[in-house]
């Protein structure tokens, strides 16, 4: 596969960390210290789906192709409105697409998942071009009274149209059942039946931060290397890394741990805080709207997220 188009879109409001210690007991000092987070787009009264719309209609239009073209539409997708029907059928009703959809949820590396799997349709020849979606509210769900959590996410859809070749040098998907280091269990409807000796069916969003801190580093590290060298390359033939924005002082670490020049690895956690699966291609598509993505560059991809999952490629541009 290769990216003929990218698109994002972000909610209008901007929430400041200032804006959070209004009502959180916590500082901008904090945050920007420990995250580098110092502004984030919440919604409030946008429909998160029209985000999700809105973004692949500008990778839609930035391919050039028409929505009849397109031969899939897959979204990766934590927690929406709807949990039925899936993004991907209202993005398509939308734009006027006649394709098979799907939603895929693997946490904040869905947007990777979402690229293995496309080169797979385009491997068997079930697709020739594909929309790829990131859509994201997590502050949707997010407990607002834990500070712990609530301050380190911000809401938007990243999207990009992929199209049938050779560009993807390589991929590597993982995932260990550590499902206590990121966790979140929705509110269920109460039923008839319920005895009330049943688990509770609701938990707020919970993270163990530096387990997951130190498993991001080191995934990611080793799996930059070992995915660059199967793909015949040096790590410092590696124009960009896109990674998972999370936290700056992981991609810092991964930068240092890779010893490579901190200039390729592209960051705007400041701004938009983390995004889950739809900050890889939130940024992407920041990059290349400046320009900073040239043709035949090689960039390199990866995500860790809820699982535990991590994703990581290569492609060339
Ligand atoms: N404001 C002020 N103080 C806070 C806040 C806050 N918002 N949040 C926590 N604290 C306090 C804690 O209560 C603790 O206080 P104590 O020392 O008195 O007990 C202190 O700050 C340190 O807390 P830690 O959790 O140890 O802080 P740490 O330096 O590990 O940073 C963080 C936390 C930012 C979450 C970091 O661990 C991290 O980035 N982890 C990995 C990324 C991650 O988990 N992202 C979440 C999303 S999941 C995903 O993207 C896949």
Redesign the pocket.
Known sequence: MKIIGTGSALPRKTVSNDDLSQF????DE??TT??GIKTRQIITDERFEDLAIEAARRALEASHLDPKDIDYIVTSNVGNSYVTPSVSSLVQGALGCSCPTMDINS??AGFIYGMDLVESFMQSGRATNVLLLAAEAVTRFVDWTM??TC??FGDGAGAVVAQKSDNLLGMKLTSIPLPEV?WYQRPLEHTPFETGTGVDTHHPMT?K??E??RM?VTSASHDLKEVVEKAGLELDQVDHFVL?Q??K??IDAIQENLGLPAKKFHSNICKRG?T?SASVPILLDELVRDGVIHDGEIVAFSA???GFVTGTCVMRW
């Open positions: 959180l007991d916590t500082s904090w945050i420990r995250t946490a904040c500070r712990e301050v380190l990121i993270l931060g530096r997951v801190f991001a998972h999370a936290n002082r992981i983390n889950s860790f997220g809820a």
